[in-house]
């Protein structure tokens, strides 16, 4: 195709699907602002970030069922194979650099007490949850082994159950119906604020596995299982020997792929990226199935979404600049933090919008350009 | 060989699918002969290999084995430029769930294969994305979207797109299979029309009364043509229309 050509059908794309662009864009603006922001506020906020990342738990290693890699796309339980409390009970025996396991049961329901009704997710989780996420009490206290044993209803509520249900009183005595079964609240976890993707990490009750597993959802099998390693730097050998313990667990034959996959959070982090990325994928392989069975060369797709990416980094990038300016400005006012803005951070945020951006745009298309017309069409 | 005037020829095409364990056979070596000006309807029941051959046709994917002359190049060992270029000048494909661009208008729908045409001098884009609307009869719906047009008139606006570079043979895989009886009529009295003037078309469908107006039928069973017939008397769909024969026959009682 002639550029001429390349440019009119990147612009008229960025154009159309407006919806689109706009969430590109959003994740660049906010890229770009918070380097400058971060940049600017300087050494005095490295150790607060860096407390904060320490405070997501990096010695937390997370076990999934079924293996990562079924061709670039994670096999979820539905693959068949599940994580048992056997699992859980091997690795508390044999493995000797954790220092906190627990199973994690995940279940949803309606919440009813205090002042009315609030849909939330249900955790069930080991007495060691909190030590192995870091993640402290406002009040009251959380259960013990001996709950757990005991397959007693009691429960921790974040705080969005807490404003929700309880106007923000301290709940900690009262009853809460979890769907019809009543539960204690005996403690409330201090507020933890959106996740990296958005999410309310305060919208959730935790209770005893066992009450989840056998009073309430039936099942035998757990989501996930969580694991705190003893120090940083003992992560990959903690994790050859969580490999290894699930292996013997689960029968698997010298050789043979693993059913379950070891990740810690750093991995997860960019596994969240990749879904994201992957969903970019599926929505836009069937529009390069169409480019391609009318005729578009790979590289017409390429330079297509290329120019796309980089019209939209850059001008994601430079709103992102802007607002970066302006945030500093509100933080110098507010705080007695010593913002300064330096040229040079403001071409390191347009280097990290133009990353992203292409990444994002230009990762997509090369794996879509690379199919069959006929395999690219059949994504929808 | 390239001298014949084919536009189509295969010489035992195969097409096994490999899906891990299983592994289907889905073509077990097809011989085909299609000539300029021919329109044939390729029938067969739901998974004997009908879509599979006219993407292997398309050159939407590859065959297993075999050999596939397609206007006289010898379709096996070319690159995917070269792939995408004969897609782009020698084929047109029409398919059953219309395939257009969302949010993207019928003329730039339309206009979009001459944009990656390498030949095309940019000139004279806009006659040919219109003359292409004109001859399907959408001259006066240009600028709709596609959500703004009915089925029949999405399918027109795809058929134009599959027309607009003059390509020596336009593939449709049931390209009535979404819409209701009068409107496939519809669709088949402008393909008729389209091969009245010229062009070969080759069209997958499981009904007889689709097939009906082809001048050839070539059969499907378990990956092999088991029937390849010359219709003497094919119906005309535009003069159905007229008549309204179409209901009286009890064509319009199909689903
Ligand atoms: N992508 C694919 N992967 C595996 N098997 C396939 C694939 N596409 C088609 N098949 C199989 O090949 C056979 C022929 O399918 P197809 O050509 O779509 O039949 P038809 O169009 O006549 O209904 C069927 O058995 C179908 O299940
Ligand atoms: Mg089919």
């Given at each position: 195709m002639k550029w001429k050509n390349l440019i009119k059908v990147a612009f008229k794309s960025i154009i159309k699907n407006k919806m689109r662009t706009l969430l590109t864009m959003l994740g660049i603006i906010i890229g770009v602002a918070a380097v400058i922001v971060m940049v600017a506020i300087g050494k005095g906020a490295e150790k607060r970030i860096q407390d904060q990342i320490a405070s997501m738990g990096t010695n937390l290693i997370t076990i999934f069922p079924g293996s990562m890699q079924s061709r670039g796309v994670r096999m979820g339980p539905d693959s068949g194979v599940r994580l048992t409390l056997d699992d859980v009970e091997r690795l508390k025996k044999n493995a000797t650099l954790i220092q906190a396991v627990s199973p994690m049961v995940r279940s949803g329901a309606q919440l009813i007490g205090g002042s009315g009704n609030w849909n939330s997710s249900v955790w069930g989780v080991s007495e060691q949850y909190l030590e192995i996420r870091d993640w402290p009490l406002s009040s009251g206290e959380f259960f013990s082994a001996a709950d757990i044993r005991a397959q007693n209803k009691v429960c921790i509520i974040g705080q969005t159950i807490v404003k929700n249900l309880f106007a923000g009183e301290?709940?900690?005595?009262?009853?809460?119906?979890?769907?019809?079964?009543?539960?204690?609240?005996?403690?409330?976890?201090?507020?933890k604020g959106q996740g990296a993707f958005g999410?309310?990490?305060?919208?959730?009750?935790?209770?005893?596995?066992?009450?989840?597993?056998?009073?309430?959802?039936?099942?035998?099998?757990?989501?996930?299982?969580?694991?705190?390693?003893?120090?940083?730097?003992?992560m990959s050998q903690a994790q050859a020997e969580i490999t290894s313990i699930m292996r013997d667990a689960h029968k698997i034959a010298e050789g043979a792929d693993d059913d379950f996959t070891v990740r810690n959070q750093t991995d997860i982090a960019a596994t969240a990226q990749e879904n994201i990325m992957l969903v970019s994928v599926t929505e836009r392989t069937h529009e390069i199935g169409i480019r391609m069975a009318i005729g578009a060369r790979s590289r017409d797709i390429?330079?297509?979404?290329?120019?796309?990416?980089?019209?939209?980094?850059?001008?994601?990038?430079?709103?992102?600049?802007?607002l970066g300016f302006l945030a500093t400005w509100v933080v110098n006012m507010a705080t007695d933090w010593n913002t300064v803005i330096v040229p040079a951070n403001v071409l390191l945020s347009f280097g990290f919008a133009g990353a992203v951006g292409v990444f994002f745009g230009y990762y997509p298309a090369r794996k879509a350009a690379a199919l069959n017309p006929i395999e690219a069409l059949r994504y929808e | 060989m390239s001298d014949d005037r084919a536009v189509i020829r295969t010489d035992q095409i195969r097409k096994t699918y490999d899906s891990g364990e299983v592994q289907?056979?889905?073509l077990k070596g097809i011989d085909l002969r299609i000539d300029p000006g021919e329109l044939v309807a390729i029938m067969g029941a739901s998974g004997s290999g009908k879509s599979t051959l006219l993407n292997i046709l398309g050159c939407l994917d590859y065959p297993s084995g075999g050999e596939y002359f397609l206007d006289g190049i010898h379709v096996n060992g070319l690159d995917r430029d070269q792939l995408a270029d004969i897609r782009n000048r020698k084929i047109g494909f029409v398919f059953q769930g219309f395939n257009l661009l969302a949010r993207t208008t019928?003329?730039?729908?339309?206009e979009l294969p001459l944009l990656y045409s390498r030949l095309q001098d940019s000139?004279?884009?806009?006659?040919?994305?219109?003359?292409?609307?004109?001859?399907?009869?959408?001259?006066?719906?240009?600028?709709?979207?596609?959500?703004?047009?009915?089925?029949?008139?999405?399918?027109?606006?795809?058929?134009?797109r599959a027309l607009v570079n003059q390509p020596a043979i336009i593939l449709a895989d049931e390209p009535t299979g979404n819409l209701d009886t009068r409107t496939s009529i519809e669709i088949m009295a402008t393909l008729q029309e389209l091969n009245r003037q010229g062009i070969t078309v080759i069209l997958v469908t499981h009904e007889h009364d689709i097939a009906d107006y082809c001048k050839r039928i070539i059969e499907f069973r378990d990956g092999r043509i088991i029937r390849d017939e010359v219709v003497a008397r094919p119906r005309d769909a535009a003069q159905d229309l007229v008549s309204g024969r179409w209901q009286a026959s009890g064509l319009g009682e199909r689903q």
């Open positions: 301290d709940p900690v005595g009262q009853q809460l119906r979890v769907g019809k079964i009543p539960f204690r609240i005996i403690g409330v976890l201090e507020e999410q309310d990490q305060d919208d959730l009750l935790i209770a005893p596995y066992t009450t989840v597993l056998y009073r309430m959802s039936g099942r035998v099998h757990v989501n996930q299982i969580l694991v705190r390693v003893v120090s940083l730097e003992q390429l330079v297509q979404f290329l120019i796309e990416a980089i019209v939209l980094s850059l001008s994601g990038g430079l709103i992102g600049v802007l | 289907v056979e889905a019928a003329f730039e729908n339309v000139s004279n884009v806009e006659q040919l994305t219109r003359q292409a609307l004109e001859r399907v009869g959408l001259a006066d719906r240009t600028h709709h979207f596609p959500n703004q047009l009915s089925g029949g008139q999405q399918q027109r606006v795809a058929i134009a």
